[in-house]
């Protein structure tokens, strides 16, 4: 009878399923397209009720033959057959759901597409072998030469991704479909080929050894030429924009193939080709009449240098090269270029000297430049200075950002010949933003040589900062005074900045009053607090007698994280009585900020201070005429009650 009950139960169930995968068919062929797009995104669910067989033999050749719905219903089917591999029967039978997929494959929108080309690499890793090489390869194939261009778009992701899988014939049939696909009529197949050109490159000398970079190996009879044909200036930006990218898998690759073998005269004789062929074109970039094409070598020329770092001769190539980038005419490259400055200069290669500069009206001719190699940095650093000038201010603020990076790179000796004279002209540059990005990599700069060289320099550059007309420049350079008071130490820091930080207290915009008070807690923490009794409370006392009540709120705030930051002790006696004193004020806003900052100090007060001082206050509070001052007390009450409690329970 039980056995009987459970059958029953499991027939229930079973129709229940059904009837639920009938609906979402039925919604998928009806003409509402919300309720189209809900049931594609169910289809899984359809298939697991279905059963495995069912699913192969009417709910794949239904989505086969209805690929022709909305781009939304499309896209939302593309995914889900990625994720129906264990409902077809596993891996095993995962080459039923390739049909539908090729059909998406080709469609004109492109997110169908691309969700179609994730589905379609999940269920290729799932294939066994023997299906990636007929089925899956066959695929790749169709879609490579097929008339309708957005299908050949998809092969060249599909091809560079599944490359390892294919076998030794297929690798050179596949190539030869991607070398057609870099060919292409249409540039927008000829730009997707160039995106994935390196990505196939590297499955290349993944599948191939170092046997591919020989003389007669696909990296130099098939590669360098697409690489040659795609970075021409024949071709559309959209396709030359690829030339930098392509460039540093280049270099990556041929690292690979050294890794993957000793250095013989194979491994030598790549490298000179890669040297000869490829760094040519990387070097025309900065010339090109495309100012986006010469942004993207700009942008990306650090990951060149690291890619070709340990080929022998490329730097000598590559290093006058960037230094044009950060003279192009076009303000936004030389931007792209300047932030990259010390990544660049931080490659271990050693390049020749710069040529001397020639005089006004001589004649462009090559000169030979002699004398010993010198490190990249020490080359790069000669060209700080003319940046510190540049018209743009982006450029300017961009060299802020990173010039400082450059000192653990040259050593303290030519940090303090080279790199501190445009430093301090950078200190004193127009922009703000331009000096802010100087003290905010002070720290770096501090490591290498200290900030004493700087301080006559830093002092006024930070006064005009902490009085722009920007609150968040006034924000962003008191966020850096702890650091800088660490670095110059206390007794330039009360000579010079303490009225700066006090006089931040009375600043007009919120935000930068809020913050002064952290301020004041992190220099308590670090200068100490007999510093803080001496320089501060003083200070303090004044603002909290001012006709503001925003500012005496400011100081009632300022005491209460400052006591935090002191021993119990001292806390108690020179800052909690002032704190007490100030529930007394007229302004009910005030009282209750008393009655919180209370509850802030309680961890360094101990039990009869909080007892005999502090309850007797909160209790006053607790009867204040104003509802706020009395949630507060009772709140800070109830905070302190519950604390006493599990102090004891602790004991």
């Known amino acids: ?53 069912r699913t192969r033999d009417e709910l794949l050749p239904f989505l086969t033959d209805g690929a022709d719905d909305e781009d939304e219903v499309l896209a939302a089917i593309a995914i889900s057959l990625g994720k129906m591999v264990p409902h077809v029967g596993g891996k095993s039978y995962a080459h039923k759901l390739l049909p539908p997929l090729e059909i998406l494959l080709s469609v004109e929108e492109s997110t169908v597409r691309d969700n179609a080309g994730k589905s379609a ?43 390892t899988r294919l076998n030794a014939i297929q690798h050179e049939t596949h190539v030869q479909h991607f070398a057609s696909l870099c060919r292409d009529d249409v540039p927008m197949v000829r730009r997707v080929a160039a995106q994935h050109l390196g990505k196939l490159l590297m499955s290349v000398v993944e599948a191939k050894g170092k046997y591919c970079a020989g003389p007669d190996g696909m990296l130099t009879t098939t590669f360098i030429a697409l690489y040659e044909e795609l970075g021409s200036s024949e071709q559309p930006d959209s396709v030359r924009l690829q030339t930098t990218e392509n460039c540093v898998y280049f270099g990556m690759g041929m690292t690979l193939v050294q890794q993957l073998g000793t250095r013989d005269d194979l491994n030598v004789a790549a490298s000179n080709i890669l040297v000869k062929r490829i760094l040519p074109l ?8 495309s100012w986006r094409v010469r942004w993207t070598a700009a942008s990306k020329f650090a990951e060149v240098v690291n890619a070709f770092a340990k080929l022998e ?12 980038l950060l003279q192009d005419p076009e303000a936004e490259v ?52 003319a940046l510190t000038e540049d018209d743009s201010e982006n450029v300017r603020a961009a060299l802020a950002m990173v010039a400082a990076e450059l000192a653990p790179v040259l050593g303290k000796d030519d940090t303090i010949a080279d790199l501190v004279p445009p430093i301090l002209l950078l200190l004193r540059d127009t922009t703000s933003e331009v000096r802010l990005n100087v003290i905010s990599s002070l720290d770096i700069l501090n490591e290498v040589i200290g900030v004493d060289l700087l301080s006559q320099s830093l002092l006024p550059a930070i006064l005009d900062l902490a009085e722009d007309g920007k609150w968040r420049i006034r924000l962003a350079i008191m966020q850096h005074i702890p650091l ?18 006090v006089g931040w207290l009375s600043d007009d915009i919120s935000s930068i009053r809020q913050a002064a008070t952290e301020n004041l807690k992190k220099l308590t923490q670090i200068f100490g607090a007999e510093w803080a009794i001496i320089y501060l409370i003083p200070s303090l006392n004044e603002i909290r007698h001012n006709r503001s009540y925003l500012r ?59 007892e005999l001082q502090i309850h007797p206050v909160l209790a006053l509070l607790a009867e204040d005429p104003d509802r706020d001052v009395r949630f507060y007390a009772k709140k800070t009450m109830g905070f302190l009650e519950k604390e006493s409690i599990q102090a004891k329970t602790n004991t």
């Not at 990387?282 to 009449?289: G, L, M």
């Open 1 to 53: 009878m039980q056995i009987d009950d459970t059958s029953a139960m499991a027939s229930g169930l079973y129709a229940t399923e059904e009837e639920e995968a009938s609906r979402v068919i039925e919604m998928l062929r009806g003409e509402d397209l919300s309720a189209r797009i809900t049931a594609a995104n169910q289809l899984d669910s359809v298939a697991a009720a279905l059963g495995e067989e």
């Open 121 to 163: 690499q999940i269920i290729a890793s799932a294939l066994p072998t023997e299906f990636f090489h007929t089925d899956y390869a066959d695929m790749l194939a169709r879609l490579a030469t097929k008339e309708w261009f957005t299908a050949r778009m998809s092969a060249c992701g599909l091809i560079a991704s599944g490359f």
């Open 282 to 289: 990387i070097v025309s970039t900065i010339d090109d009449r």
């Open 313 to 324: 001769g490329a730097m000598d190539s590559l290093i006058p090269a960037y230094e044009k």
């Open 334 to 385: 030389r931007t792209a270029s300047t932030l990259n400055l010390s990544k660049v200069a931080k490659c271990d290669s050693t390049v020749l000297p710069p040529p001397p500069e020639r005089a006004n009206g001589e004649e462009d001719e090559e000169v030979v430049v002699e004398g010993p190699r010198i490190s990249v940095g020490q080359r790069l650093v000669k060209k700080v200075t």
């Open 484 to 501: 800088l008071a660490k670095q110059l130490g206390k007794n330039f820091f009360n000579e010079k900045l303490i009225t700066l930080c």
């Open 552 to 610: 005496r709120l400011t100081a009632v705030q300022a005491f209460t994280l400052i006591a935090t930051a002191m021993e119990s002790e001292l806390a108690q006696t020179e800052v909690l009585p002032i704190v007490l004193e100030m529930a007394a004020d007229e302004v009910a806003n005030i009282r209750f900020n008393v009655a919180k900052g209370l509850e802030t100090m309680s961890p360094v007060c101990d039990g009869l201070v909080l």
